[in-house]
């Protein structure tokens, strides 16, 4: 049904451009729109074997399902150009405008899906011993509508009389290392027996990585570490080109009025340069001149006072350093590529050894971000937390990036912590 509902979108795509383009529809064949229809259903069936629609899964994230929009609509429409010949403006037109209709459709989807997964619960078992009843809480919040109940027992007998009590159950979730391989087998019976749906919790360790993928090696199974977000090619062209685009939009806008009145206010408040530099690095390591706007009396000694109440502080630098407005220069090393606007936390060479060896604690060594401007910490994390970092290579996304962001900006202006953000 899916195939088909946008098989249709890209004929009425089609139809709308030709509609705009004030072409005739009485003038085409009526063997056009039908050869159109199948012809969009054949590529859009040969695409889906390799991107497959996510809309329509209970732990689908708006930020991947709009990825895989994206690279479905792009992929039909270069198979659209290899098919139709037309060397005319409708087709280019047509697959434009389902470039951004698909895209749409699949979030509309994904949103009544998750509506519709949150009205009619999944009610499931879980069967566990204590160093993996995490798990429980985890399957509950990543997965929409899931209702998991921890049965006691670890017996097929004890499931049986569960079920009977509870009907409503479909699935079960089982931990075969809190189970001796006898009990495993007759739990696995008694699932096919009364079709429940049977699935495995792998062991839990810490080193894996939250993405993992199965393959067959010869004849046996094994788990291997999936690719980092920011390791595609793709991804790191639209975190750079965001990067080059948001830059340039404030060097241009807003830096070159506020860079004027810094310049003044510094310089009649405190004699030195309006910008010092300062060699910074990020979770990569590479070591780079960091441009902030002067904050301190160029010839301050350090003071044993914390924070803005140092008298070594000058008044605009103070405000600067309030608002984070110090900050506004490092665009210009974000524009050079040796920053990135969001990214890892932003530290001293000399404390790069330490936070090195809490990357490796974390199973988390290879792992390769540039500084940044801002960086992702949740309210349960301390700011510049190592595991920040890493959850954030993980788990990077456009709409993340996007997000935090807009809540810098909201600190920015209310001047308060904006509120923090629990993504999924």
């Not at 000694?301 to 803005?308: K, N």
Request: net charge positive; proline share 4%.
């Amino acid at each position: 049904m899916t195939l088909l509902a946008e098989a249709l979108l890209l004929t009425a795509c089609v139809y709308v451009v030709s509609l705009l383009q004030g072409i005739s529809i009485g003038a085409c064949s009526s063997f056009t729109w039908p050869a159109i229809f199948g012809i969009g259903l054949a590529i859009l069936f040969i695409v889906t074997r390799f991107i497959p629609n996510n809309a329509f899964s209970r732990t689908a994230r708006r930020d991947k399902v709009m990825a895989q929009a994206m690279k479905t609509a792009l992929a039909v429409s270069v198979l659209a150009f290899a098919v139709f010949t037309e060397r005319n403006s409708t087709l280019y037109l047509s697959c434009l405008l389902f470039f951004a209709a698909l895209a749409i459709e699949r979030l509309i989807l994904n949103s009544w899906f998750i509506r519709y997964s949150l009205r009619h619960s999944e009610h499931g078992i879980i069967i566990c011993n204590d160093d993996s009843a995490w798990q429980q809480k985890a399957l509950m919040q990543n997965t929409y509508g899931l209702k998991l109940a921890r049965l006691e027992g670890q017996t097929a007998h004890q499931l049986e009389e569960y079920l009977e009590a509870h009907p409503e159950t479909e699935s079960v979730y089982c931990s075969p290392s809190a189970l001796a391989k006898a009990e495993f087998e007759d739990i696995a019976h008694a699932c096919r027996k009364l079709g429940l749906e049977l699935h495995l919790l792998p062991l839990p360790v810490f080193a894996l990585n939250k993405a993992m993928l199965s393959e067959c090696r010869g004849n046996v199974c094994v788990l291997s570490p999936d690719r980092l977000p920011l390791q595609s090619i793709w991804n790191r062209m639209t975190k750079r080109l965001t990067d080059i685009v948001i830059s340039l939009f404030i060097l241009l806008t807003v830096f070159p009025p506020f860079a004027v009145i810094a310049f003044i206010c510094i310089k009649r408040q405190s004699r030195g340069p309006v910008l010092t530099t300062r060699p910074m690095c990020g979770m990569n390591g590479k070591t780079f001149q960091c441009l902030t706007f002067r904050t301190r009396h160029f010839e301050a000694a350090p003071s044993f006072l914390e924070g803005i109440n140092d008298p070594g502080y000058f008044p605009f630098g103070k405000f600067l350093s309030i608002t984070r407005l110090e900050q506004l220069p490092q665009f210009l090393c974000v524009l050079w590529g040796s920053m990135t606007i969001v990214g890892s936390q932003i530290m001293l060479p000399e404390h790069y050894a330490e936070y090195r060896r809490e990357l490796r604690q974390l199973y988390a060594s290879g792992y390769s971000l540039k500084a940044g401007i801002t960086s992702y910490y949740p309210p349960a994390q301390a700011k510049g937390s190592v595991k920040t970092d890493v959850w954030y290579s993980r788990n990077w996304g456009f709409w993340l990036d996007m997000r935090i962001m807009l809540q810098r900006l909201g600190t920015l202006i209310s001047k308060s912590k904006a509120r923090s953000i629990n993504y999924m």
